[in-house]
């Protein structure tokens, strides 16, 4: 067994490693944008819309521009040189794959935008419901929350 597979598989996986490293996902939970049917009530809920938030839900890369990014680099990389300068070549492809396959994920991404409706119920309970759109509803608006959606009357 000859140096340059050692090198050049210690390469690999080094950079491998560092790549899936920046790839976890995040710790963090965000609001779901749907109210979620197991909380939905069995009967209508009346109340009015008291106000309308714009919640801006920033987009996270999901690693996968990175890890193609990657084996492309790599890929291109292995054609150049023979030996150390070969296994070098590959890694530096690699490292530089990973890179630009992640900044083009995040310039590809867009933001999203949820919207927060806050709704005083008849009842006197404040109650905030995530959606995607709200379509031509107002505050001031009568609504009525059923099955997790939200009517006009």
């Not at 996270?60 to 990014?69: M, N, V």
């Amino acid at each position: 067994m000859s140096l340059r597979n050692p090198l050049l598989s210690a390469t690999t996986v080094g950079a491998l490693a560092l790549v899936s490293a920046c790839s976890s996902p995040p710790t963090y939970s965000e609001r779901v944008a749907e109210a979620p049917m197991a909380s939905a009530p069995v009967y209508g809920e009346y109340g009015q819309v008291t106000s309308i938030e714009v919640i801006p839900v920033a987009s996270r890369p999901s690693g996968a521009g990175a890890i193609l990014g990657a084996v492309i680099g790599g890929v291109v990389g292995n054609q150049f040189g023979s030996g150390t300068g070969r296994a070098l070549a590959t890694g530096a492809g690699i490292v530089g794959g990973a890179a630009a396959g992640n900044a083009v994920e995040n310039r590809n991404k867009r933001d999203d935008e949820v919207y927060r409706v806050w709704i005083r119920l008849d009842n006197g309970v404040m109650r905030s419901l995530d959606f995607h759109r709200v379509d031509d509803l107002r505050v001031g608006d009568r609504v009525r929350y059923e099955g997790g959606q939200l009517y006009r009357y």
